[in-house]
């Protein structure tokens, strides 16, 4: 007898909490666009914290004569930054001293090259 009630009475009981936690799945569903809207409002988020990550790395290079005396000391300053989503090195001194007009614009050219295959890399993958 008490089987018999456990049967009739769970079985509906089982069903109707099935049923229930169907439709609270299909209701809790977020709709396509604000899936979207999210996705792109959290790219632009992490677009812009990368943005401000930037850093300063100094390079020595320290030449010895062969009695081990100090000869010469040469130092290179780059600033490293996220351009899309890759790290990109620009060297800003030499000796501590600002670049030659020379070198910036070699630094320009060699940023005006990282940007060319950069673009040319997104062309190939959009076709």
Known sequence: ??????????????FA?????????????????????????????????SREYTFQQRAVTQEFDKNCNLKETRTRTY??????????????????????EIDLNSEEERLNNFLNRWRLASKKTVN
């Open 79 to 100: 600033e490293t930054v996220i351009l899309f989503d890759q790290p990109y090195r620009k060297l800003v001194a030499v000796n501590d001293a600002p670049l030659s």
């Open 1 to 14: 007898m008490r089987y018999r009630q456990c049967i009739l009475f769970g079985i509906p009981l089982l």
């Open 17 to 49: 909490i099935w049923l229930f936690a169907e439709e609270n799945t299909v209701a809790r569903q977020p709709d396509p666009q604000e899936i979207i809207r999210r996705v792109a409002v959290d790219y632009q988020r992490d677009i812009n914290k």
